[in-house]
Protein backbone atom coordinates (compact mmCIF):
# COMPACT_ATOMS: atom_id res chain seq x y z
CA UNK A 1 0.00 0.00 0.00
CA UNK A 2 1.09 3.73 -0.58
CA UNK A 3 -0.17 6.89 0.61
CA UNK A 4 -1.71 9.77 -2.33
CA UNK A 5 1.04 11.51 -0.83
CA UNK A 6 3.76 9.62 -1.34
CA UNK A 7 2.69 8.81 -4.59
CA UNK A 8 2.81 12.61 -5.52
CA UNK A 9 6.03 13.01 -3.97
CA UNK A 10 7.82 9.63 -5.08
CA UNK A 11 6.85 10.35 -8.57
CA UNK A 12 6.67 13.93 -8.85
CA UNK A 13 3.39 14.33 -9.72
CA UNK A 14 1.28 17.49 -10.73
CA UNK A 15 -1.83 17.61 -8.36
CA UNK A 16 -4.86 18.78 -9.67
CA UNK A 17 -7.04 17.41 -6.59
CA UNK A 18 -6.14 15.59 -3.59
CA UNK A 19 -8.63 15.83 -0.74
CA UNK A 20 -7.48 13.05 1.06
CA UNK A 21 -3.49 12.78 1.53
CA UNK A 22 -3.52 9.73 3.72
CA UNK A 23 -5.77 7.82 1.11
CA UNK A 24 -4.25 4.44 0.35
CA UNK A 25 -3.84 2.37 -2.69
CA UNK A 26 -3.21 -1.38 -3.34
CA UNK A 27 -3.22 -1.63 -6.77
CA UNK A 28 -4.19 -0.46 -10.02
CA UNK A 29 -5.43 -0.33 -13.95
CA UNK A 30 -4.34 0.77 -17.11
CA UNK A 31 -6.66 1.62 -19.85
CA UNK A 32 -8.47 4.15 -21.65
CA UNK A 33 -12.09 2.11 -22.67
CA UNK A 34 -14.47 3.17 -19.74
CA UNK A 35 -16.43 0.06 -20.05
CA UNK A 36 -13.14 -2.20 -19.66
CA UNK A 37 -12.16 -0.08 -16.41
CA UNK A 38 -15.70 -0.54 -15.25
CA UNK A 39 -15.44 -4.40 -15.00
CA UNK A 40 -11.66 -4.90 -14.54
CA UNK A 41 -10.46 -2.04 -12.24
CA UNK A 42 -10.85 -2.84 -8.14
CA UNK A 43 -11.56 -0.89 -5.46
CA UNK A 44 -8.88 1.10 -3.24
CA UNK A 45 -6.95 1.47 -6.96
CA UNK A 46 -5.34 4.16 -8.82
CA UNK A 47 -6.87 4.45 -12.61
CA UNK A 48 -3.95 5.25 -15.26
CA UNK A 49 -5.34 6.49 -18.33
CA UNK A 50 -5.00 9.30 -21.11
CA UNK A 51 -9.11 9.88 -20.47
CA UNK A 52 -9.20 13.11 -19.16
CA UNK A 53 -12.66 14.29 -18.65
CA UNK A 54 -15.48 13.86 -15.67
CA UNK A 55 -16.80 10.54 -17.14
CA UNK A 56 -13.40 9.44 -16.06
CA UNK A 57 -14.28 10.54 -12.54
CA UNK A 58 -17.86 8.81 -12.45
CA UNK A 59 -16.45 5.45 -13.21
CA UNK A 60 -13.67 5.53 -10.38
CA UNK A 61 -16.37 6.53 -8.18
CA UNK A 62 -18.66 3.94 -8.88
CA UNK A 63 -15.52 1.19 -8.30
CA UNK A 64 -14.29 2.92 -5.45
CA UNK A 65 -10.89 3.80 -6.59
CA UNK A 66 -9.16 6.40 -5.08
CA UNK A 67 -7.13 8.21 -7.55
CA UNK A 68 -6.34 8.61 -10.84
CA UNK A 69 -3.04 9.13 -12.63
CA UNK A 70 -3.67 11.27 -16.08
CA UNK A 71 -0.37 10.46 -18.55
CA UNK A 72 1.03 11.88 -21.48
CA UNK A 73 0.95 15.44 -19.85
CA UNK A 74 -3.09 15.83 -19.97
CA UNK A 75 -4.79 18.62 -18.43
CA UNK A 76 -7.84 17.86 -16.14
CA UNK A 77 -10.29 20.57 -17.30
CA UNK A 78 -12.24 22.87 -14.06
CA UNK A 79 -15.02 20.15 -14.71
CA UNK A 80 -13.37 17.16 -14.32
CA UNK A 81 -11.27 18.61 -10.99
CA UNK A 82 -14.62 19.34 -9.66
CA UNK A 83 -16.07 15.99 -10.04
CA UNK A 84 -12.89 14.58 -8.46
CA UNK A 85 -13.01 16.80 -5.30
CA UNK A 86 -16.92 15.91 -5.01
CA UNK A 87 -16.11 12.57 -4.98
CA UNK A 88 -12.88 12.80 -3.20
CA UNK A 89 -10.96 11.16 -5.71
CA UNK A 90 -6.80 12.13 -5.58
CA UNK A 91 -6.40 13.33 -9.65
CA UNK A 92 -2.76 13.88 -10.80
CA UNK A 93 -0.65 14.75 -13.66
CA UNK A 94 2.16 13.22 -15.31
CA UNK A 95 4.06 13.71 -18.66
CA UNK A 96 5.11 9.98 -18.40
CA UNK A 97 3.38 7.45 -20.96
CA UNK A 98 1.33 5.16 -19.58
CA UNK A 99 3.36 2.19 -19.89
CA UNK A 100 5.99 3.79 -17.72
CA UNK A 101 3.94 5.32 -15.36
CA UNK A 102 2.35 1.66 -14.56
CA UNK A 103 5.93 0.28 -13.99
CA UNK A 104 6.52 3.18 -11.31
CA UNK A 105 3.28 2.74 -9.71
CA UNK A 106 3.85 -1.18 -9.39
CA UNK A 107 7.32 -0.38 -8.04
CA UNK A 108 6.02 1.70 -5.25
CA UNK A 109 3.20 -0.76 -4.82
CA UNK A 110 5.90 -3.75 -3.97
Not at 54 to 78: T, Y
Amino acid sequence: MVTLKELVEKLNLNVFSMENPSETINGGYTGDLLSDVMGNAKEDSIFITIQAHKNSVAVASLIGIKAILLCNGRVADNEMIEAAKEEKIGLFGTKENQFTSSYLVANLLK
